[in-house]
Each structure stands twice: as C-alpha cells, then as structure tokens.
C-alpha cells in the first residue's frame, strides 16, 4: 500500500501524536469519573494506534521497495 505524501504526515501524526494522547485522556477521565468502559476504551484506541503504525510501516516499505527498484532500473 502507498500513501501520498499527506497521507503519510497525517497518519503519522496521528500515530505519535494524538491516538497515545486520546488513549492517556479517554484513561484518566474515565478514572476519574469511574466510567466502567475505560478499559475496552483505552485498549480499542491503542488497537486503533497500533494499525495506524502498522498502515505506515507498510508504506515505507512499499516506498523504499520502489525507489530500491527504480534506482536498480536506471544502472542498467
């Protein structure tokens, strides 16, 4: 899978940024507030984390795969 260039920047902001964010959030209110979904909340949302990091490594690979080959294309 390839993303654009947004896309990859998007996601990766996502990844680093806001889904560990969201899952501390969505941890110390629900605590506080003794919401008893905080649990399968913040384990949803880090799952959700986890694909996205996945989604971007895939990508890198597709993308360094493809600039290995093209560069190899241009010796011959």
């Known amino acids: 899978m390839r993303l654009s260039d947004s896309q990859y920047d998007t996601l990766k902001w996502l990844a680093i940024y806001f889904i560990p964010a969201l899952t501390t959030f969505v941890g110390v209110v629900g605590i506080a507030i003794n919401w008893e979904y905080t649990a399968i909340a913040t384990t949803i949302i880090g799952a959700l984390g ?17 600039k290995h080959d093209q560069y190899e294309g241009e010796e011959e």
């Open 50 to 66: 986890s694909f996205i990091a996945s989604c971007i490594g895939m990508s890198v690979k597709a993308y360094e795969q493809a």
